[in-house]
């Protein structure tokens, strides 16, 4: 079901196939935001004593321009699968059949996301955007191929294929808000995927290689070698198209990170809050902060993955994330591990009462 209240941008596909032209980002809402600062200084606490928690139930609020904001009654991750040609160079700690074995476990509800989503009130959805092998627990709608190709040596992804997954991510957010999401996180899952996610960083970030290679799922000393290798031959071909955000996807991104991308954006155009995760999503947010700009204004980072890469992303977007639990997981789990502090957020200006209610005197005589 559409809801009213929210905009609905249709024309993702017209007869010259996808467009990856997003519309104005409008902030969040300036009203709600003041609204809510006051009434924070009129819940029975010393003023600020809340610290972030205040900040984020003010965010809450101006998202869905309303004070005291609405609980969230459905809080939504989409965990984004799909492999990269340049696991093949011994880029992971792990081999790729791993990806599509993860998303068997995703949909009996064995992985960290499920435990973290089911701690925090959420519910996930599984994509198959570009899983190498089969996945034939899922009817896989919105496939784009069967794994990204190895960006240290060839694109990723050709254009057409970049344009549909941008697509597929618009519409898989457009689907989940829709379907009644109030918020939306996304999630990856796919071995080797720190390599062109820190690809994307360091060309988006203008940063030298050694500086983004990271340790992903536990690579040793070799691997680190391989790897850094890896982004850097990759960092060659990227630097080139570093100004085209589409390009870049396609030259050394892959189909998951484009469809993060799009569904990142098109949070944004709908006027959803994202809760964002780690490296791989953040990697994702800067593209879809060139493709749509304003679009971070309705996002929150959850956490600083251990990855070195993410701190260069939350500095470029100006986020502070609300967790540093030393989390390199992905699948959505660190913005799990945050969504409780959102709720509690939002029941702090929704259940507190206020000084007068509770009869405090709210300052000190002097
Ligand atoms: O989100 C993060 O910050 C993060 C950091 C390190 C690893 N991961 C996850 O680990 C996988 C990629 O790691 P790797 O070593 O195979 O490139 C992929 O499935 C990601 O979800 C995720
Ligand atoms: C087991 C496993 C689970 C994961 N979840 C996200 N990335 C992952 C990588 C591995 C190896």
């Known amino acids: 079901m559409t809801n009213p209240t929210k905009g609905h941008d249709v024309s993702t596909v017209d007869a010259d196939g996808p467009q990856a032209t997003f519309p104005a980002i409008t902030p969040p809402d300036e009203q709600a935001r003041r609204q809510a600062v006051a009434r924070h200084a009129q819940l029975t606490k010393p003023a600020g004593s809340l610290g972030r928690l205040e900040e984020l139930g003010v965010w809450i609020a101006s998202c869905q321009g309303a004070c005291p904001p609405r609980p969230f009654t459905r809080p939504r991750v ?64 919105h496939k784009i191929r069967r794994g990204s190709g190895a960006v240290n040596r060839e694109d990723a992804l050709t254009e057409a294929e970049t344009a549909a997954a941008v697509a597929a991510g618009r519409a898989i957010a457009d689907e989940e808000i829709d379907g009644g999401a109030d918020l939306l996180i996304a999630g990856d899952m796919g071995i080797g995927n720190t390599t062109p996610a820190s690809v994307l960083i360091a060309a988006l970030t203008d940063t030298e290689p050694v500086a983004v290679v ?18 850097r031959d990759a960092l060659r071909r990227a630097r080139p198209v570093a100004g085209d955000p589409l390009a870049l996807l396609r030259v050394a991104g892959g189909a998951d990170l484009a469809a993060i991308s799009g569904f990142l954006a098109q949070a944004a155009v709908r006027r959803t809050p994202v809760l964002l995760d780690g490296l791989i999503v953040g990697a994702a947010a800067l593209i879809a902060e ?73 300052t000190e005589p002097v």
């Open 214 to 231: 990271g340790r992903g799922t536990g690579i040793d000393d070799a691997g680190w070698m391989r790897k850094t290798v890896a982004i």
């Open 78 to 141: 989409v965990v984004f699968a799909g492999d990269h040609g340049v696991a093949a160079e011994g880029v992971s700690a792990y081999p790729s059949e791993v990806t599509g074995q993860m998303v068997a476990n995703f949909l009996t509800g064995g992985a960290a996301v499920n435990v973290a989503a089911t701690n925090a009130g959420a519910t996930v959805r599984v994509v198959d955007i570009a899983v190498a092998g089969d996945t034939p627990e899922l009817i896989a709608t």
């Open 290 to 362: 060139e493709l749509a700009p304003g679009a971070r204004r309705w996002w929150v980072a959850a956490h600083r993955s251990a990855e070195p890469a993410h701190t260069l992303v939350l500095d470029q977007l100006d986020l502070n994330p609300l967790l540093d639990l030393g989390m390199r997981l992905g699948e959505g789990s660190g913005a799990l591990a945050a969504l409780p502090l959102l709720t509690l957020a939002t029941r702090v200006l929704t259940e507190m009462a206020t000084f007068e209610e509770a009869g405090v005197t709210s």
